[in-house]
């Protein structure tokens, strides 16, 4: 009978929290209202840092957020202090494993849209800007390893780690590639930081944009009633496609 009085009070309990959850915040088209954290401007350099820490806690999702979170807990305060970082950790090997998107992009793009009011054309900065560089390109204090960097040109995490191992002649599965994962997470951390406090200061401007070539791809493939109307995607299209005569 106690059992079953507790479990008849545990009940109870569920059904008056799902009753008192609040119901979204929608705009007036029906659709989620965006609502941004307080944000103060950081150090880049320390959040990489914290990054770089964090990602031996956990891994490359986990960690950029991890990093970016704490230094604002302790800045800002409010909801920063009790924010849910080690949720994230599925993120690893681009989605458990998977090799789909990089680890670091996902969690970049979900700690842009929690802090950002504007998050969309810093993700699109952000995610050429990865494409296009050596990566990685910002060494923590007290690296594991010296690691060089590679250009992925692409978002994916097999892709990605691919080039690296192409360019380092190491393995995948070697201490050297998890710390060149480790100091990539820490160098997509210090640019989202960039990121934030160029926005912040109402100085960002786009320095990566969408190559004319991909433009061109999505011309046919990615617009409505187009000539190949059957994609959608802002990747640079040459990672894995082969080019063709329009």
């Given at each position: 009978?106690?059992a079953?009085?507790?479990?008849?009070?545990?009940?109870?309990?569920?059904?008056?929290?799902i009753?008192?959850?609040?119901?979204?915040?929608?705009?007036?088209?029906?659709t989620?209202?965006?609502?941004?954290?307080p944000?103060?401007?950081?150090d880049?350099?320390?959040?990489?840092?914290?990054?770089?820490?964090?990602?031996?806690?956990?891994?490359?999702?986990?960690?950029?957020?991890?990093?970016?979170?704490?230094a604002l807990?302790?800045?800002?305060?409010?909801p920063?202090?009790?924010?849910p970082?080690?949720?994230?950790?599925?993120g690893?090997?681009?989605?458990?494993?998977?090799?789909?998107i990089?680890?670091?992009?996902?969690?970049?793009?979900?700690?842009?849209?929690l802090?950002?009011?504007?998050?969309g054309?810093?993700?699109?900065?952000?995610?050429?800007?990865f494409?296009?560089?050596?990566?990685?390109?910002?060494?923590?204090?007290g690296?594991?390893?010296?690691?060089?960097?590679?250009v992925?040109?692409?978002?994916?995490c097999?892709?990605?780690?691919?080039?690296?191992?192409?360019?380092?002649?190491?393995?995948?599965f070697?201490?050297?590639?998890k710390?060149?994962?480790?100091?990539?997470?820490?160098?997509?951390?210090?640019k989202?930081?960039?990121?934030l406090?160029?926005?912040?200061?109402?100085?960002f401007?786009?320095?990566?944009?969408?190559?004319?070539?991909t433009?061109?791809c999505?011309?046919?493939h990615?617009?409505?009633?187009?000539?190949?109307?059957?994609?959608?995607?802002?990747?640079?299209?040459?990672?894995?496609?082969?080019?063709h005569?329009?």
């Amino acid at each position: 009978m106690g059992a079953t009085v507790v479990l008849g009070m545990r009940g109870t309990d569920a059904v008056a929290a799902i009753e008192n959850r609040p119901p979204p915040v929608l705009t007036e088209k029906g659709t989620l209202k965006h609502q941004p954290l307080p944000y103060e401007p950081l150090d880049p350099v320390y959040v990489g840092n914290l990054t770089y820490e964090a990602f031996y806690h956990g891994h490359c999702m986990y960690s950029v957020v991890e990093g970016l979170v704490r230094a604002l807990s302790e800045k800002v305060g409010g909801p920063y202090l009790t924010w849910p970082t080690a949720t994230l950790d599925y993120g690893f090997a681009g989605v458990n494993g998977w090799g789909s998107i990089c680890g670091t992009l996902n969690g970049a793009a979900y700690a842009l849209n929690l802090i950002s009011p504007n998050p969309g054309p810093l993700i699109d900065e952000l995610y050429v800007w990865f494409e296009q560089t050596s990566l990685p390109n910002f060494v923590p204090e007290g690296p594991k390893f010296e690691i060089e960097g590679a250009v992925a040109n692409s978002i994916l995490c097999h892709v990605s780690i691919l080039a690296w191992t192409k360019a380092s002649g190491l393995g995948a599965f070697t201490p050297e590639r998890k710390d060149r994962c480790g100091q990539l997470a820490a160098s997509v951390a210090v640019k989202v930081t960039e990121l934030l406090n160029a926005q912040a200061a109402g100085e960002f401007v786009p320095a990566y944009p969408i190559s004319e070539e991909t433009q061109e791809c999505r011309g046919c493939h990615t617009q409505k009633a187009s000539y190949l109307e059957n994609s959608q995607s802002k990747m640079d299209c040459f990672a894995c496609h082969e080019k063709h005569p329009l």
